[in-house]
């Protein structure tokens, strides 16, 4: 994973950042998360429903958005950083579902990094990809402030 300081962030503006490792979404941590926001509609829980009605269970949107935060962490080793906290996204859009069993990746592409009272605010073009499918699961314009 590549390293960079705090400083040298505004130079990586309009590149793509990177890409993080393969994350699998089973349906245990389809499950999991289900029974943690309380969210149990069957197209992700209901295996026998799933599979006759629609092929099978899905993850949740906001599961697949949760994960960013892990792989993220794969992408830039920046350097300098006491605290890192999340400041919002300008746009989500949730494009394909991500079948139980499938393997998500992130891609992040950095389109701006501003000055913002005693840090950076990173906004960050983000797709997931699914592995082996032409469309992203969702794309993302993510805003996140890092203090040094």
């Known amino acids: 994973m590549p390293k960079v300081s705090l400083a040298e962030l505004p130079t ?3 590149q793509e950042l990177g890409v993080s490792d393969w994350f699998s979404v ?3 941590r389809i499950d999991a998360f289900a029974e943690v926001t309380e ?6 829980i209901d ?3 799933a599979a006759a009605e ?3 269970t899905i993850a949740h949107g906001f599961l697949t958005l949760s994960l960013m935060s892990a792989m993220t ?3 830039l080793d920046v350097q300098g950083v006491s605290r890192a906290i999340n400041y919002g996204f300008e746009k989500i859009r949730f494009l394909s579902p991500v079948p139980a069993g499938a393997r998500i990746r992130l891609r992040e592409k950095l389109m701006s990094a501003e000055p913002r009272a005693g840090g950076l ?3 960050r073009e983000c797709t997931v990809e699914i592995e082996g499918a032409e469309r992203p699961a969702l794309i993302a314009v993510w805003i996140g402030v890092l203090y040094g």
């Open 121 to 123: 605010a990173l906004t």
């Open 39 to 44: 969210d149990r509609q069957w197209i992700h």
């Open 73 to 75: 962490s794969q992408i």
């Open 47 to 49: 295996q026998t429903r």
């Open 12 to 14: 990586l503006v309009g």
């Open 26 to 28: 089973d349906q245990a």
């Open 54 to 56: 629609i092929g099978g």
